[in-house]
C-alpha cells in the first residue's frame, strides 16, 4: 500500500510540515472530510460501529486447545534445544 496515495488523513511532506497538518486536523474539528469519508469505504470493509463485538466473536471461536498445543510443543522444542546446547 503506497501511504502517499492514500484517499484520507492529513499528511506530512516536505511542502507542508507537522505543524501545518496539524492545525488542518484541528480546524476541522478532528474529522475527516467528506470526500474522505466517500473514500474510505475503498479500505474498510465494515461501516458500523460493531468491530468489538465481531472481535469478541471470533475470538469466542478460536480453538484455544489447538493454541495450547502449538505452544506446547514450541516451548518443548525450545527446551529440547537448549538442554541438546548445553549437553554438547
Request: a positive charge.
Amino acid at each position: 500500500m503506497d501511504l502517499d496515495e492514500l484517499p484520507f488523513g492529513v499528511k506530512v511532506t516536505q511542502d507542508r510540515n507537522l505543524q501545518v497538518a496539524l492545525s488542518e486536523i484541528a480546524n476541522r474539528n478532528y474529522h475527516i472530510t467528506s470526500q474522505e469519508l466517500a473514500d474510505k469505504t475503498k479500505y474498510f470493509a465494515f461501516q458500523d460501529q460493531g468491530a468489538s463485538e465481531r472481535i469478541h466473536r471470533e475470538i469466542q471461536s478460536l480453538d484455544l486447545s489447538a493454541i495450547r498445543r502449538t505452544k506446547r510443543r514450541a516451548l518443548l522444542a525450545a527446551a529440547g534445544r537448549m538442554l541438546h546446547r548445553q549437553n554438547n
